[in-house]
């Protein structure tokens, strides 16, 4: 290969550089990132391991309509059903699947239920079904999210993003301590200290509540762990049986220990982990934005699960009581011993439980200081308003109503403030080890940059970071100077290779520089505010109806004793209501709010936005429609049958754009970044890896066979 001539600066495409300083600075931002220099191997994703329904459908759209078709659509089909189970929103799963859908104009259609997948294709031709049960993961519905942004975004192709997805399930893109506390047994170190926390901060109860809490917890993980294990119809007793053993611990401490058990805060301790509390916010929120089939499903599902858990306790305090309803209601003496108001230690406490929570959540410790922030307040903009409220609205539920809304509204803006701050700053480290800008940061992005470097190296060094992190920190010396020997023009080298898990560290490095999925903090945070124990409380209060309330009241100037029922407690649904309709209004205010901050920032710090080009643009939008929770879509209202026509013949002509070579390559520099986060900060801004497919509208078109 004959040599460059080195008395011209020459840009990555053989383009001339201007030597005008100011020219030859937006050249050096212009250079191609690591992963667009690197030569991969073709790794092709394995088709034989899919289901055999799903690799039925996937061979006959290969033979029509080639692999890339075909792989797009086991690419949405299993992105679906792993955001579901990891207990993603079903709106914001929809929009995600959308936007595939229209990048590589695919033609299916998908109906999401409470635990039935419906996925059609070629207008019904095919059609597949998966029954799945939803459980919370954090680590996954961020992961699966980022590895989907990375595709629309042409970070990786589908092969790539499917190999990932695998890789994730194995567990190779999680840390050692994510392994321990993914599975049983530990998992099992969770369930004392979630249920001894959750019975002092939320329901009344002293440090003697705690230790029996705690142990009631270990059994219940004990039995859950069993019940698990064997499989099949065992796992439908979970919940019978938990609520039962649970119901039969504390009743026996009760029993044998002086009664001095406040009941109620051990059994909603406990059981904190089995009331799913956010499905009533998420119910609310799907009949609100029109999924009415969904909605009313998952309410009354979540609502039936909470009973029976509390009807199970019941039955476990009879076999060891002689009377469970005067032992449910001794309360007084036994419960709301602490003032919480007077101790220092409420908030570390309250931390304390939201750990655990976390920790069952499946969300990575190296994150988890965020998804506290993010819950300590919410929570404690909701606490302080309910304790000003409830001074005068302690016949009525305002003061509920009230406060749940504020703290949702709260949680929600600073979820969407800390994500865009930590997503800003960790984009000098993005940038250097992925090589997307050259040379010196400023001084700032210098300290940036090391702080990010130490925090790495520190939490694998407590054993909470991933590996992969440290790994590719270490190959991106590597790949630097090998990168600076490919466009030396004194230098032989052709070429940038690596080897298959050299190739797997660095595309999950790519992946991992998507901004953090902002769901994935909230949803922890919205079973804080609305612990799913409060709800069984209600249900609790239908099985054992409280005290009747004596009342002095002054008729026509004498004095009677009116005995009334306790009209608040006695209100299961009216109470079920208020709860998860005022979080759930909270929710959408606080992503109003973002949406209107987002707006005016960027009018009025990014005046013009003609110079974003329009990739760019399609990132922005696709972040911002990414956390709108209104689903709508063209095929659910079609146009008339004229106009579809003239559309689809349109469509047909188009030129098919297949090749998805990276000619138009732009790196966003610093600028463009400052830009991007100001138009999506609800979010943290785009930093997606700096490649265009090649096409203005950022969509790939296939054949209309």
Same mark, same amino acid.
């Given at each position: ?242 609520? !039962? ?60 699960? !909470? ?6 306790? !019941? ?88 406060? +749940? ?81 490919? +466009? ?216 209309? +066979?």
């Amino acid at each position: 290969m004959p040599l460059r001539d080195k008395t011209k600066k020459l840009s990555w495409d053989g383009k001339v550089v201007d030597p005008n300083p100011s020219v030859a600075f937006q050249q050096l931002k212009k250079t191609k990132s690591i992963r667009q220099e690197v030569t991969f191997s073709e790794r092709k994703f394995d088709v034989k391991t899919l289901a055999p329904d799903l690799h039925r459908v996937y061979k006959n759209l290969e033979r029509d309509f080639g692999e890339e078709y075909a792989l797009t659509f086991v690419f949405i089909f299993r992105t679906a059903v792993e955001l579901h189970r990891a207990w993603h929103m079903t709106l914001l799963t929809s929009k995600v699947l959308q936007q595939i859908k229209d990048k590589f104009n695919m033609r299916m259609t998908w109906e999401l239920g409470v635990i039935k997948l419906k996925f059609r294709v070629e207008d019904g031709g095919y059609e597949l079904h998966r029954k799945v049960p939803y459980d919370y993961d954090s680590e996954y519905q961020d992961m699966y999210m980022k590895i989907a942004v990375a595709l629309v975004d042409g970070s990786i192709n589908v092969h790539q993003g499917l190999i990932l997805q695998s890789e994730t399930k194995k567990g190779e893109h999680t840390a050692k301590s994510g392994l321990f506390l993914r599975d049983f047994p530990g998992r099992l170190v969770l369930y004392p200290l979630e249920a001894a926390t959750c019975a002092v901060i939320f329901f009344s109860g002293d440090w003697f509540d705690a230790g029996v809490a705690a142990v009631t917890g270990l059994v219940a993980g004990i039995i859950e762990y069993i019940l698990t294990t064997i499989g099949g119809s065992a796992k439908n007793l979970v919940d019978i049986s938990v609520g !039962t053993s649970t119901g039969m611990v504390a009743g026996l401490f009760y029993r044998f220990v002086g009664q001095k058990v406040c009941l109620p805060s051990v059994f909603l301790g406990t059981l904190y982990w089995y009331f799913y509390g956010t499905a009533f916010v998420l119910g609310i929120l799907e009949i609100v934005s029109g999924e009415l089939e969904t909605g009313v499903v998952r309410f009354m599902a979540v609502a039936v699960k !909470t009973f029976v858990l509390s009807l199970g306790t !019941t039955f476990g305090m009879q076999m060891v009581l002689k009377n469970s309803v005067e032992a449910y209601q001794d309360q007084e003496g036994n419960c709301g011993n602490i003032d919480l108001d007077e101790h220092w230690w409420r908030i570390p406490l309250y931390l304390l439980c939201s750990a655990s929570a976390l920790g069952q959540y499946r969300m990575p410790i190296n994150v988890y200081w965020r998804a506290l922030a993010v819950q300590l307040v919410g929570y404690e903009v909701q606490y302080q308003i309910f304790l000003e409220l409830a001074k005068r609205h302690d016949k009525d539920l305002l003061d509920t109503a009230a406060a +749940n809304v504020c703290g949702a509204i709260a949680a929600v803006v600073f979820a969407a403030f800390l994500s865009a701050i930590v997503d800003r700053l960790s984009y000098y480290y993005n940038a250097r080890v992925l090589q997307r800008e050259k040379g010196k940061f400023s001084v700032f992005g210098e300290f940036m940059y090391s702080i990010t470097v130490f925090y790495i190296r520190f939490s694998n060094w407590l054993g909470f970071g991933k590996k992969n992190d440290v790994t590719f920190y270490r190959m991106a010396k590597k790949l630097k100077k090998q990168s600076e020997e490919l +466009n030396d023009a004194g230098h032989s080298r052709q070429e940038i290779t690596l080897t298959a898990n050299e190739e797997k560290v660095l595309l999950g490095a790519v992946v991992d520089a998507e901004p953090l999925n902002i769901w994935a903090l909230l949803m922890p945070t919205v079973y804080q505010l609305v612990p799913g124990s409060l709800i069984a409380k209600l249900w609790f209060n239908a099985i054992f109806p409280p005290p009747l309330e004596s009342e002095i009241a002054e008729i026509e100037g004498s004095e009677y004793d009116l005995v009334l029922k306790d009209q608040v407690n006695n209100a299961v649904f009216s109470n079920l209501m208020v709860v998860a309709t005022s979080l759930a209004i909270g929710l959408m205010f606080g992503f109003a709010a973002v949406e209107l901050f987002s707006f005016i920032w960027s009018k009025l710090v990014c005046k013009d936005m003609s110079r974003i080009s329009e990739s760019m643009r399609f990132r922005i939008d696709n972040k911002k429609d990414r956390l709108n929770m209104n689903y709508e879509i063209a095929e659910d209202d079609p146009e008339s049958d004229d106009e579809a026509n003239i559309r689809e013949n349109i469509v047909g002509d188009e030129e098919v754009a297949l090749d998805t070579s990276e000619k138009d390559n732009e790196t966003m520099n610093n600028e463009d970044s400052a830009l991007l986060g100001a138009t999506s900060i609800m979010s943290g801004g785009v930093e997606g890896d700096d490649n265009d497919t090649g096409n203005d509208d950022g969509n790939i078109k296939f054949p209309l +066979n």
